[in-house]
């Protein structure tokens, strides 16, 4: 005999079984059980909040950007913090459901899946009564502590993030970098190579040499407490073109020393720092959208996205012969969209 149906067979060959019957829960037959699940859902909750309110105070007790030992104490702090936060409320939610909120099987017919204002007003309707088995208005100590840690959770990835857009988004930044701080007595800030934090003589940059440079004594000098934001800001590439190469625009005929020449290795597409210059053709590329500035000619641009030219940094040298900037750049570093908001 086959066990296949054919068309012909009644429906009725199978009957609907049913739902199995209920199965109450200890918490829906006592209300000591059903007082402890609360106070485990609010415990968990408040574990959130304490996680929270830890991860925002090593936010603020260890402030990225000033220190590796800082940063890293700072993100992992802040990284328990936001970790532990979602977890509460997440294994609280779940509890809350299995626990306390009504388990009575429901059944829903299928129905055309087109709806009606009757059908919405239906809905609504359930909405309602699921809040209200929820419990929620009842009981309002698990309506305090979801409430906190609602609230306080999604601060310890809205403030870092507030805290960046208001300070690296922040075009003013870029517009003064530690080229401006000139030692006291000195004619200017000195350039040192970089990592070395050696000093540059002006002798020994020969033609078409580089030089990756940035302030010497960096971080030494009043209102440089953020080494590595000042650094990214102040970084530049120095290269020595023949002067007769050179193409200068009015103003600028003393930013550049015997040929010896300095701009901003900030990107002024999306900040990439640009570096691979190349010494036939003077142009320099920035590694991540190929864009091409000739360093030959005020670094404009000759090719790819970034639509303004890397600032010139004016140089000279001291007294005893090393390169100095003579003053800061004379616009913001970086990608273009800063100078728009000017
Ligand atoms: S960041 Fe340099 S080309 Fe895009």
Redesign the pocket.
């Known amino acids: 005999m086959s066990n296949v149906l054919t068309k012909h067979e009644p429906d009725s060959a199978f009957s609907n079984p049913g739902l199995p019957p209920h199965k109450h829960r200890l918490s829906d037959l006592d209300e000591k059980a059903a007082k402890r699940a609360e106070r485990q859902v609010a415990g968990l909750f408040t574990i959130s909040i304490l996680a929270a309110i830890a991860g925002l105070v090593g936010y603020f007790l260890f402030p990225a950007g000033q220190t590796l030992l800082g940063i890293r104490l700072g993100t992992t702090v802040l990284g328990l913090g936001l970790g532990l936060g979602m977890l509460g409320i997440g294994l609280g939610a779940v509890h809350w459901a299995k626990s306390l909120m009504s388990d009575v099987e429901v059944v829903d017919e299928r129905h055309e899946l087109k709806s009606d204002e009757e059908t919405r007003a239906a809905a609504v309707e359930k909405i309602n009564a699921g809040i209200k088995d929820s419990n929620i208005a009842r009981r309002q100590l698990l309506k305090g502590t979801l409430l906190g840690a609602l609230v306080l959770a999604p601060l310890t990835f809205v403030l870092p993030l507030v805290g960046n857009l208001s300070s690296t988004w922040n075009f003013r930044v870029l517009t003064k970098t530690a080229w401006r701080n000139t030692p006291t007595g000195a004619m200017g800030r000195r350039l040192a190579t970089d990592p070395e934090g050696r000093l540059i003589r002006a002798a020994d940059v020969t033609n078409n040499s580089v030089f990756h440079v940035i302030p010497h004594d960096l971080g030494n000098l009043p209102g440089e407490d953020h080494y590595l934001e000042e650094k990214a800001k102040a970084m530049v590439l120095l290269v020595r073109i023949e002067p007769s190469e050179l193409n200068t625009s009015a103003g600028r005929e003393d930013w550049n020393y015997h040929g010896i020449i300095a701009f901003s290795k900030v ?6 720092p ?1 570096s691979l210059y190349e010494q036939s053709t003077k142009h320099l590329l ?6 091409t500035f000739d360093l030959a000619d005020e670094a404009k641009v000759i090719f ?3 639509k303004r030219a890397l600032p010139q940094l004016p140089i000279s040298v001291d007294d005893e012969g090393y390169l100095i900037a003579t003053s800061d750049f004379h616009e913001p570093v970086g ?1 273009s969209y800063w100078e728009r908001l000017k």
């Open positions: 990107c002024t597409h999306v900040g990439c640009v920035c590694p991540c959208h190929q864009s790819g996205p970034a990608p």
